[in-house]
Each structure stands twice: as structure tokens, then as C-alpha cells.
């Protein structure tokens, strides 16, 4: 099933131009808006995979909008397109909950790894906040952020050694951290430490 898609820019050639490179990439593209506020709107009716937000826009800007679109609790990727003196907001845009941005102009060639990107970071947070939510009711506590970010900070420095040692695409090496936890009824935290002691590999 193809992954579906909202669009907020306000410069219209800019979104044509999205809206055409998504669909021949055989993405949905499921709403498209100028303004942030109704893309908050378009988010919350449409459930999309993605959204694409630019960072200046009228209603609200790209990283209010991000903001709302992570309050409202679903599991969307976002991605901000941004002018290359404004990448800056970079550090404000992650934690606004923005997980790629894109620097314009962009070309085809850079729209859809970003993407891709976006939306594999998302799956990867969302599993491990699956995780912890999930062996923080066994024991009976509430999940704290503070375990999700341990868990997030360490599982990512066992994909880059994967990558570096090991030749691994960043999904594959998240997918042998998974999986390896899973074989050994641990968490991916345990994964990743063997990993990062040197104790375990592919």
C-alpha cells in the first residue's frame, strides 16, 4: 500500500512541484494546503504517513504546525523543508518533532531518500517507544522519557558501529537489533550495549 502524504507550502509551484515527484514516486498524496494551521486540520482528518510542512507559512509556521501535529499523538512522519539560511531552526525543528528536513531548492533526486529517511526514523522511535511502554506495564511503572531516550541514544550508537564495522544499511542494522532482542526476550538496549562492548555482531 502506498504511504499517504499531506503537503503544506505556500508557494504553489513549489507544491505542484511536490505533488507531481510524490505521485510519480507512487506516493498518495492525500491533502495539500498553503497554510499550517489547515495542515494541522488535514492531519488529523486524512491520518497520513507523512506530512510535509515548509518552514515559513501563513496560519502557522511550519514548526507551530509540527507542534500540533505531534500533539495530536498519531504516528506521522514529519518533514520540513527549509531555506538554507534558516537551518539554524534546525535544533528547534527536532524538538518541535520534526525527524528530516530538506533544504530548497531541492532536487528529485534528494526529495525521496529524505523521505524514506523520515519515515524509517519514525518506525524505528515508534518501535522502541512500543518497547519501553510495553516492559514498563510488566513492571507495573509508567514509561518514563528518560528511558526512551536512553534507549534512543543507545540503540542509534550501535547502528552507526553496525554501519561503520559491518557495512550495514541503517534499516538493517535497527532490524538486527530488533530481531536479536526479540531471539533473546531482552530489549533493545541490552542489544545495543553487547553491540557496543564488542561482545555481539551480525
Same mark, same amino acid.
Given at each position: 500500500?502506498? /504511504?499517504? &502524504?499531506?503537503? +503544506?507550502?505556500? @508557494?504553489?509551484?513549489?507544491? =505542484?512541484?511536490? %505533488? ?9 498524496? &492525500? ?6 494551521? $489547515?495542515? &494541522? @486540520? ?12 515548509? &518552514?515559513?507559512? #501563513? ?15 498519531? %504516528? ?11 537551518? *539554524? ?6 524538538? +518541535? ?14 526529495? !525521496? ?9 519514525? $518506525?524505528? $522511535?515508534?518501535?522502541?517507544?512500543? @518497547?519501553?511502554?510495553? +516492559?514498563?506495564?510488566?513492571? *507495573?511503572? =509508567? ?15 550501535? %547502528?552507526? /558501529? =553496525? ?15 530488533? /530481531? ?9 538496549? $541490552?542489544?545495543? /550495549?553487547? !553491540?557496543? @562492548?564488542?561482545?555481539?555482531? #551480525?
Amino acid at each position: 500500500m502506498s /504511504r499517504r &502524504v499531506v503537503i +503544506a507550502e505556500d @508557494e504553489a509551484i513549489i507544491r =505542484l512541484d511536490l %505533488k507531481e515527484i510524490l505521485q510519480d514516486e507512487g506516493y498518495d498524496v &492525500v491533502g495539500e494546503t498553503g497554510r499550517g494551521d $489547515e495542515a &494541522v @486540520e488535514l492531519v488529523r482528518s486524512h491520518q497520513p504517513d507523512l506530512v510535509i510542512l515548509d &518552514v515559513k507559512m #501563513p496560519g502557522a509556521d511550519g514548526l507551530s504546525a509540527a507542534r500540533s501535529i505531534r500533539d495530536l499523538g498519531g %504516528k506521522v512522519a514529519v518533514l520540513i523543508l527549509t531555506a538554507f539560511s534558516q537551518r *539554524n531552526l534546525i535544533d528547534e525543528a527536532r524538538d +518541535a518533532g520534526v525527524v528530516a528536513y530538506l533544504v530548497k531548492p531541492f532536487q528529485r533526486a534528494e526529495l !525521496v531518500p529524505a523521505i524514506d529517511r523520515a519515515v524509517t526514523r519514525c $518506525e524505528q $522511535e515508534w518501535a522502541i517507544d512500543a @518497547e519501553v511502554t510495553t +516492559a514498563s506495564a510488566v513492571g *507495573n511503572a =509508567l514509561p518514563s522519557a528518560e528511558d526512551k531516550l536512553e534507549t534512543r541514544r543507545m540503540v542509534d550508537s550501535a %547502528k552507526s /558501529r =553496525l554501519m561503520e564495522q559491518h557495512g550495514l544499511e541503517e534499516s538493517d542494522a535497527f532490524a538486527f537489533i530488533q /530481531r536479536t532482542a526479540m531471539g533473546q526476550r531482552t530489549r533493545m538496549i $541490552e542489544i545495543a /550495549r553487547q !553491540v557496543l @562492548e564488542g561482545s555481539l555482531a #551480525p
